[in-house]
């Protein structure tokens, strides 16, 4: 499970904390550190790294800064350790002021090699640093340090000032590479208070708070900080795999959130805030309770879009399907409005907030029962539920209520069946926002299982090729990619035959494909194919009958993994083949029989082979009952996959008499 502490700002038990390191002061243990002191496998490892963050008072500007500094030595093992000298700094902005933007300085970085028994250093020129626009709020700052070659060391630092004292700098301990020391030291001014939490499997090696005197001066008066410092050793790297939601949720790192500022004019201000605060806070905001109420823009719109539908379920997916067709995304997340409602009836564009709101508002109209649901998505991580932080949220979808049931929408999905979010929405829970109720939290879940049925119907000629018909019923997430896959080409022609190129002994000669955009039917394709099994002039000829989305490797590879394997849904996969065999030909040898199970139902693989009246017969299963599996079912999964990959290399041994 992953741990979270919240601690207090009071003196710990006090360890040996490592301390800043001079730039380019590079010691003959790290020169000749060997990487199978930590990870044979690491391709760069961090030798040391160190960073703090500070408060600064700007007498001219009367206003109080973050100011971040950072320091890291790396070494580079091979040439794919170099991608550790491409160095992305991200810097956030509200607006184009400069107490609203964050600003990168006194950088300074080298590259240094060990040749001919000296020590040379290559300094980065500035002209190698660049900026790119990631987004309306966020810049990136690049750069890339010069001469790198195995076994360098580069060194870099920088500066970060920020105006957002709100979100003290966040510290993450575990990379992409491992690290020996990675230490951090934060200085809190006794007036403010920071809820303060650490994520992540790892404990921490060395704790200290003491105080430092005259930390700030603000006004003419001197203040005395808390100086915590945060250290761990011997940091393993964090292998990203697949199945999973946001690296953040579980690399080990120290949070910070503030709580309480107390002024010296004796007032406070808090900024943790109750759910209640959030509502009031969300509801009077023009940009999302303000577009909740606007319904008026489909008083004349519904009456037409709901023209013969006599039930409220028949209603709302009509207006879901109408919002969707009508309102195209412009791919940005957001839980405010950018525009309005009626901007985005207008222009027919919008983000997420932007469309959604107008989906409610639709239903809204049509007098059903409708809220908001604010979520955090899966590459975003998850929130914090101890208390309300709505930075954490990034997405509103909507919620809307029938006879008893509830179903939440996101209308930016054209290819979304009603009822079913996006994976990238699927993620642990949300908190419902009501006009006039109190909010509350819903978990995120997928709507109905993802599931695929093959079936395949042939006949094998006496030259060996074999003539069948593949029909696939695909629903849920299944569908949904699928769908977007086909649109992704510039016709059904077009996907089919890149289908058909990507076969391998298959040759695909007609098909047929149906509800394509009928989101809410059954994605069917239907294929009359060609299959080659090889040479049939032998007496003896080997057929692999796992042909149809056969499982080739296993994507679990990890010995050991310390957080969940995240499905989004849980699925099933069915196929069943049936041949007719001409009567010289007969099967000598076939897959055995067999049925593996996760521990505790979670899932299952059949395979069953036979060979009846010449007809061969083959059906596969393969379940998996949980979205979630958790890091001690890590295991089970891995040994799971394996089996079915070893059982799908069997092939079956034809015979064919004179």
Request: hydrophobic share 35%; charged share 25%.
């Amino acid at each position: 499970m992953r741990k979270i502490l919240i601690l207090a700002l009071t003196l710990l038990p006090f360890y040996a904390i490592c301390q800043e390191f001079g730039f380019g002061e590079i010691t003959s243990q790290e020169k000749d550190f060997n990487r199978t002191q930590i990870d044979s496998t690491a391709n760069a490892v961090y030798l040391n790294e160190y960073g703090t963050t500070r408060f600064s008072y700007d007498s001219e500007t009367g206003r109080v800064k973050l100011v971040f500094d950072y320091h890291v030595r790396i070494k580079i093992f091979n040439k794919e350790g170099f991608e550790a000298a491409n160095v992305i700094v991200p810097l956030h902005r509200t607006g184009t002021n400069d107490d609203q933007k964050e600003f990168l300085s006194d950088l300074k970085a080298s590259t240094f090699n060990f040749l001919n028994g000296r020590l040379v250093e290559t300094q980065m020129s500035s002209k190698a640093v660049f900026t790119e626009e990631r987004s309306k709020y966020t810049h990136l700052s690049k750069f890339t340090l010069p001469n790198v070659a195995e076994n360098s060391i580069i060194e870099y630092k920088y500066t970060i000032e920020t105006p957002y004292i709100f979100n003290f700098r966040t510290w993450q301990f575990q990379s992409e590479y491992p690290k020996l020391n990675s230490t951090y030291v934060a200085f809190i001014p006794a007036n403010y208070k920071y809820n303060i939490s650490l994520r992540g499997y790892y404990p921490l090696t060395e704790n200290k708070a003491e105080l430092s005197t005259a930390c700030l001066r603000i006004s003419g008066k001197e203040m005395d900080c808390s100086k915590i410092t945060y250290s761990m050793k011997n940091i393993p790297a964090f292998v990203e795999e697949d199945y999973m939601t946001s690296p953040s949720n579980y690399k080990s790192a120290v949070y910070f959130e503030l709580s309480e500022v107390y002024y010296l004019t004796g007032s406070v201000q808090k900024y943790t805030k109750t759910w209640k605060d959030v509502e009031n806070e969300l509801i009077d905001s023009k940009e999302f309770g303000s577009q909740m109420k606007r319904k008026d823009v489909f008083k004349t719109i519904v009456p037409g879009i709901t023209t013969g539908l006599t039930s409220d379920l028949q209603k709302a997916k009509a207006i879901f399907e109408y919002i969707k067709k009508q309102v195209r995304w412009n791919d940005y997340y957001g839980k405010y409005c950018e525009t309005s409602v009626k901007e985005v009836v207008d222009k027919r564009s919008g983000n997420v907030a932007d469309i959604n709101f107008t989906l409610i508002s639709a239903l809204s109209a049509a007098n059903l029962d409708v809220e908001a649901v604010i979520l955090s998505t899966r590459d975003n991580g998850v929130v914090n539920k101890l208390y309300p932080i709505l930075s954490d949220f990034n997405y509103v979808i909507a919620k809307v209520n029938i006879d008893g049931n509830s179903y939440l929408l996101d209308a930016t999905e054209p290819l979304a069946p009603f009822g079913l979010l996006p994976l990238r929405c699927i993620n642990d829970q949300g908190r419902v926002i009501n006009l006039k109720k109190p909010s509350y939290w819903i978990d995120l879940k997928a709507s109905k299982r993802s599931s695929t049925s093959h079936s395949l119907i042939g006949k094998m000629n006496e030259d060996g090729k074999i003539n069948a018909t593949v029909t696939s019923h695909s629903l849920g997430f299944n569908a949904m990619n699928l769908r977007k896959d086909m649109k992704r080409y510039s016709s059904l022609d077009e996907y089919v035959e890149k289908l058909d190129e990507r076969l391998t002994n298959i040759k695909i000669k007609n098909y047929k494909i149906a509800n394509v955009d009928s989101v809410e039917n059954a994605l069917v394709q239907e294929y009359e194919v060609e299959l080659n099994v090889g040479n049939t002039e032998n007496t003896a000829n080997y057929f692999n009958p796992f042909f149809i989305n056969p499982i080739r490797s296993n994507p679990f590879k990890l010995n050991q993994r310390n957080y969940p394997v995240d499905l989004g849904a849980a699925s099933e996969e069915r196929i069943a083949i049936s041949i007719s065999l001409p009567e010289k030909f007969q099967i000598k040898e076939q897959p055995k029989d067999i049925s593996l199970a996760l521990p505790n139902q979670g899932g299952r693989y059949i395979l069953q082979t036979s060979l009846t009246d010449h007809n061969l017969t083959l059906s596969q299963q393969l379940l998996f009952s949980k979205a979630i599996y958790s890091p001690e079912e890590y295991h089970y999964l891995k040994e799971f996959y394996n089996r079915i990959i070893q059982t799908q290399k069997s092939d079956i041994l034809l015979t064919k008499s004179n």
